[in-house]
């Protein structure tokens, strides 16, 4: 069976119930911004490509209230927070904010210090349903779940949408030292439900991709449970062969290079592995583009096709999977019903994102667990809306 998500009110429900316990009131402000899987455009979002996640239904929540003290203070129930679940400090003057310890304050913090303006003190829960280190954006939907909740506060808001996903991107960057790509941010600020989004990278501009006739199909989510080893260094490795190969192209990024490109680089006898890293990145920006054409005519058949290519592609060209992705994308390939299967996120662990039909879910999950040497979770993923105040 896949794991029940909880239902977003009563995620609520117990941030409120928290928050009178501990503050001793009534909260004003309840928002919430979710986390998200990408469907496909892996590795592309820094490359100036296109990529095509959805919002989850898992989201997290921050209650709060704003009071006349100095002290801002928060308390997180979430499981990454470690022995020190509460911290405060005074923000004041949002430019003097500095980030410190404990490290998951720092994205609410950086959120606080590139808010549009400064913000009155508030006391706040956070909630959230979104598991930490498995690809799904938990940072993410902290950050924009932290944005929304200061514009509510506030009443501010900044004139676009982008603005403030690339607020949060920066908080990402600059507080939590993460040189995220503008993907999370975006689709956690703008996902729509019953679409998915197809962004741009290199100047920003969306589509909603509407998911029609989904009826009979589901996209699943497995998490192996094996956390991203090594993903920081080996991301920002992959990262800098992609932008060495774009200087020795002479282009700005590899959104502009093509297959002849990639010839050009094995004539040119640069590295074997530069070359794969940049034939991963061409090819996956192009499958990215087919794919949202492909779920526009909802032919599903094709959009899996895409999928299995692109995870073959991640193993073997831009080598970021591990052998507990590769083997849940075997064992869910081999079952009928499902049209494809892949692993989602930076890679190196994390989550796979299968697309199969409906009736086909109870025996996939059973033969991936079969398969599978450690023990996985599973989530039904419906294409849901972005950040917004909950009344
Ligand atoms: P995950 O692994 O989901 O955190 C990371 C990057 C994305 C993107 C993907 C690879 C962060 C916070 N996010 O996602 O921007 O580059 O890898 O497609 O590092
Ligand atoms: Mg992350």
Known sequence: MATLLPHVNSVKEKALQTFAEKFGEQTAVCVYAPGRVNLIGEHTDYNDGFVLPMALPMVTVIVGKSHNGKKTRILSLSDVVGDINEFEFEAGNRTDIKPGEPKWANYIKGCIANFICDVPAFNAVIVSTVPPGAGLSSSAALEVATY????????????????????????????????????????????KEGYALLLDCRDLITKQIPMLHLDNYVFLITNSNTPHKLSSSAYCERRDCCYEAAKILGKKSLRDANMNDILALISQNVSESIVKKARHVVTEIQRTLNAAVALEKSDFQQFGRLMNESHDSLRDDYEVSSKELDSLVSAAREVDGVLGSRLTGAGFGGCTVTLLKKDAVDKTIQHMKAKYSGTPTFYIATPSGGAREIS
Request: negative net charge.
């Open 148 to 191: 929304t909740f200061l514009e509510t506060l506030s009443g501010k808001k900044p004139e676009t949408p982008e603005l403030k996903a690339l607020a949060c991107q920066k908080a990402e960057h600059d507080f939590a030292g993460v040189p995220c790509g503008i993907m999370d941010q975006f689709i956690s600020t703008m996902g």
